[in-house]
């Protein structure tokens, strides 16, 4: 996937109601940027503050909030919201075997082993701080 990497957009990020976004929450957000730009082909689109970055693939947009971003304080009760669990952003790629590859050679740690259904072939990998993403690539003639 190290062949998507592009160059940081020249345009300032804005949302309208039309705006699709994903949130991760990350530890260290500048790490979480360079691993989307470097490994999954994500540009930083805007970069308001040193504790959040909004990254752009596509349509898709990834906003990353460190601890001290407004989108990561703790709730009402005490909660603390943490990087990881299931939820994910899916990124479909067209050669699956190649993007793994390309990801263990950066020693990209992942969650399970391809599976394979009626919808393509799919895996789980996790970002430095433990937020998964998953690759899946389509079924061919789809």
Do not use: C
Request: charged residues 25%; without cysteine; hydrophobic residues 40%.
């Amino acid at each position: 996937m190290t062949e998507q990497k592009r160059a940081p957009s020249r345009s300032i990020f804005t949302a309208d109601a039309t705006t699709a976004v994903v949130r991760y929450h990350v530890r260290d957000v500048d790490r979480a940027v360079a691993f989307y730009n470097e490994h999954l082909g994500f540009e930083v689109a805007h970069r308001p503050a040193p504790v959040l970055a909004i990254l752009s693939r596509g349509a898709l947009h990834l906003l990353l909030s460190g601890p001290e971003a407004s989108g990561s304080r703790a709730m009402p009760d005490g909660k603390r919201q943490e990087p990881g669990g299931w939820n994910r952003i899916v990124l479909y790629v067209d050669d699956l075997d190649s993007s793994i590859t390309a990801l263990e050679a950066a020693r990209v740690r992942f969650r399970n082993q391809v599976e394979v259904g009626p919808g393509g072939r799919q895996i789980l990998l996790e970002d430095p701080e433990g937020n998964p993403i998953e690759l899946h690539e389509a079924p061919r003639g789809a």
